[in-house]
């Protein structure tokens, strides 16, 4: 099977969602923790009907988990930056991400298209802690030069998909 796009690793031909499987997953994000029974009574599905939705989409991949949000501020880690690394060469992104999941303060870390290679979601828990985390990073031998932007505040958080097709 092809691949949907360069972007993604789905083939081409996966079934899309339907609605009721769409409204499941916005139940799902609003609250995992949520029995099917109660999700059920907002999609307008009898409980066994939404397990067996539930355990398809797991199946397809489409629900690769559950997890807790949790409030960085509330654990310590009241600054956030988005540090861009700039590379040297052409450094792989098997290097890239070896390095930088050997810290714990990055949450997310992304190759981009333009000038900058990775950008890098950091929490730390002050701005001194922030400034000893950039150095560091800007200490791997791959990276020639760093640019960070700090959080002022976060005006928007949703998350990592949104909750309906693609239109």
């Given at each position: 099977?092809?691949p949907?796009s360069?972007?993604?690793?789905?083939?081409?031909?996966?079934?899309?969602?339907?609605?009721?499987?769409?409204?499941?997953?916005?139940?799902?994000?609003?609250?995992?923790?949520?029995?099917?029974?109660?999700i059920?009574?907002?999609v307008?599905?009898?409980?066994p009907?939404?397990?067996?939705?539930?355990?398809?989409?797991?199946?397809?991949?489409?629900?690769?988990?559950?997890?807790?949000?949790?409030?960085?501020?509330?654990?310590?880690?009241?600054?956030?930056?988005?540090?861009?690394?700039?590379?040297?060469?052409?450094?792989?992104?098997?290097?890239?991400?070896?390095?930088?999941?050997?810290?714990?303060?990055?949450?997310?870390?992304?190759?981009?298209?333009?000038?900058?290679?990775?950008?890098?979601?950091?929490?730390?828990?002050?701005?001194?802690?922030?400034?000893?985390?950039?150095?560091?990073?800007?200490a791997?031998?791959?990276?020639?030069?760093?640019?960070?932007?700090?959080?002022?505040?976060?005006?928007?958080?949703?998350?990592?998909?949104?909750?309906?097709?693609?239109?």
């Amino acid at each position: 099977m092809p691949p949907a796009s360069p972007f993604s690793d789905r083939p081409a031909d996966v079934a899309p969602l339907d609605s009721l499987d769409t409204a499941i997953l916005r139940e799902l994000a609003v609250d995992a923790r949520a029995s099917y029974a109660e999700i059920g009574a907002a999609v307008s599905l009898s409980a066994p009907a939404v397990k067996r939705r539930v355990d398809r989409l797991r199946a397809r991949g489409v629900v690769r988990g559950y997890t807790v949000l949790l409030d960085p501020a509330a654990l310590g880690w009241a600054t956030e930056a988005f540090v861009e690394l700039y590379c040297h060469g052409s450094t792989s992104p098997a290097t890239m991400r070896a390095a930088v999941e050997n810290y714990p303060e990055v949450v997310s870390a992304s190759t981009v298209t333009g000038d900058v290679d990775v950008v890098l979601q950091v929490r730390a828990h002050d701005m001194r802690h922030l400034e000893q985390v950039v150095e560091r990073l800007a200490a791997e031998p791959f990276v020639a030069r760093t640019r960070s932007t700090i959080v002022l505040s976060a005006l928007l958080r949703r998350p990592d998909v949104p909750a309906g097709p693609p239109a």
